[in-house]
């Protein structure tokens, strides 16, 4: 299950201070990602509320299930990942073309990934994206309230809309979100 929530930040630098003065860590150096949310012409997955993503950064690409979120203060899914192999990405995409799924979202962001000082099972990623800056807390949720107060944020500030909800939000309508 995943759990997780964002946090709207003023910029890049914020979110970089922030972590910093809270210890933590850089685990992975920024990349940009490239995410494809697939359905049937009918939206039949949205109408499900489950997601199927296929996400590209460098050379890797990432399959995605997510299931219906549970919301609350937290947002909770289930979560299937896998990896591609190397150049898997195009080959996969027409595997879903054949099974008449169609790419009906995409959006861009940078993302960072941070790991906290104490080895907590938690992460955070600093997430650019067209629509604002984004600090993304994962792991239990005890967890996520603790780093969300060490980082100077209160519930009130907690987020569960997905990236193509709050481009949605900010006016973007079902264009695709990219820079």
Do not use: C
Request: hydrophobic letters at 40%; proline letters at 5%; glycine letters at 12%.
């Amino acid at each position: 299950m995943e759990v997780e929530i964002k946090l709207r930040l003023g910029s890049v630098a914020e979110g970089r201070r922030r972590l910093r003065l809270a210890g933590f860590k850089v685990a992975k150096r920024r990349v940009l990602e490239q995410n494809v949310i697939f359905d049937t012409p009918g939206r039949a997955l949205r109408r499900r509320g489950v997601v199927l993503r296929l996400r590209s950064s460098g050379a890797r690409s990432l399959v995605t299930f997510k299931g219906p979120a549970e919301r609350g203060k937290h947002k909770i899914r289930q979560e299937i990942e896998f990896d591609l192999v190397s150049g898997g990405g195009p080959g996969f995409t027409l595997v879903l073309e054949a099974l008449d799924y169609r790419p009906a979202f995409r959006y861009e962001k940078y993302r960072s990934e941070y790991v906290p000082p104490t080895g907590a099972a938690g992460r955070a990623m600093l997430d650019e994206t067209p629509v604002g800056v984004f600090l993304e807390l994962e792991g239990p949720p005890r967890w996520i309230d603790r780093t969300a107060r060490l980082l100077g944020f209160r519930e009130a500030d907690y987020i569960t809309a997905s990236y193509a909800e709050l481009h949605r939000s900010a006016g973007g309508g079902l264009r695709d979100m990219l820079f």
